[in-house]
């Protein structure tokens, strides 16, 4: 007979042991930089898939059937957010390390679901130098608002928790919900606040 203890994964000295990983895992930036990575390489797959499909169907007449991939935009723009909202977090728990894991539980008040990029910048630059802040453009500003959208429901479900998020809003010299793609314009605005993002880590890091 063996005198090796049985595996628990319910026993206490597993459950320390994976707590602590769990707090140490989370204090690593590059683990939240991979996994943005990650998102944006699926992201650029499917934009590529999703722009065709909008050439495609410009020619389909009316009636006809149109290529469905049309409806990978709204999953594009989500992976995308949430790549961004990866970034913005590992960026957040490298710089303000203080009082956000507690035995084994991330304990930050995210001043909403998390998932808003627009409250996520301002709590990274609550804790960056003045030359380090991201300031957004109107337009970036105007962007990630919209991507928030699609991480918080539009990208994953037909429709919202309550109606107001449907509501069309002031934008492009017009009104026009905030799920509007803008095809190109959203693409530059990606991947320019990825970027910068990205070199504020790096700065940080050196």
């Known amino acids: 007979m063996s ?4 595996y628990n994964p319910n026993s206490k000295a597993v459950q320390d042991t994976w707590r602590a990983n769990f707090d140490k895992f989370n204090r690593i930036i590059v683990t939240w930089v991979l996994k943005a990575n990650e998102l944006k390489l699926a992201s650029e797959t499917l934009n590529k898939e999703f722009v065709k499909a909008i050439e495609v169907n410009m020619s389909v007449p009316v009636g006809a059937e149109i290529d469905q991939r049309e409806g990978f935009g709204s999953i594009w723009m989500m992976l995308s957010g949430y790549s961004l909202e990866c970034l913005l977090k590992g960026l957040y728990f490298y710089i303000n390390p203080n009082e956000n894991i507690e035995n084994g539980k991330i304990v930050v008040n995210w001043k909403g679901s998390g998932h808003d990029l627009s409250t996520l910048v301002a709590l990274c630059n609550e804790y960056l130098q003045d030359d ?14 919209r991507v928030s959208e699609f991480t918080a429901w539009a990208g994953k479900y037909p429709l919202p928790k309550k109606y107001n998020s449907m509501i069309p809003t002031e934008q492009m010299g017009g009104f026009a919900p905030l799920t509007l793609i803008k095809i190109g314009e959203d693409e530059q605005a990606y991947e320019h606040l990825f970027t910068r993002i990205t070199e504020i880590i790096e700065r940080k890091r050196q």
Do not use: G, V
């Open 3 to 6: 005198d090796k203890t049985p």
């Open 132 to 145: 380090e802040k991201i300031n957004l453009t109107k337009d970036e500003d105007n962007y990630i608002k």
